[in-house]
């Protein structure tokens, strides 16, 4: 007869049951409701990225702007 007893507290189980919850929404999505939202994550990750190579290509443009207004306007 085994009279140890179980000392488990219970965080294994919070993995069974995030990965049941997971898979069990998205065996409920729809696979175009799926691919519309990763159509759109890209799509904003491009403008995302667009917009900061436009302002690391303007940022030193305009601080040299900026050297030269300050310098006519002290004059």
Same mark, same amino acid.
């Given at each position: 007869?085994?009279? *140890? %007893?179980? *000392?488990?507290?219970g965080?294994?189980?919070?993995i +069974?049951? %995030? @990965? ?5 929404? %998205? +065996?409920?999505? *729809? ?6 939202y ?10 995302? %990225?667009? @917009? ?5 290509? @303007?940022?030193?443009? @305009? ?13």
């Amino acid at each position: 007869m085994e009279t *140890q %007893l179980n *000392q488990s507290n219970g965080w294994g189980n919070w993995i +069974a049951f %995030l @990965f049941g919850a997971v898979f069990n929404i %998205l +065996a409920n999505l *729809q696979s175009s409701n799926v691919l519309n939202y990763a159509v759109h994550a890209i799509v904003g990750g491009i403008i995302c %990225l667009f @917009f900061k190579m436009l302002g690391d290509f @303007f940022t030193p443009l @305009f601080l040299r702007m900026g050297k030269r207004f300050t310098k006519w306007v002290g004059r």
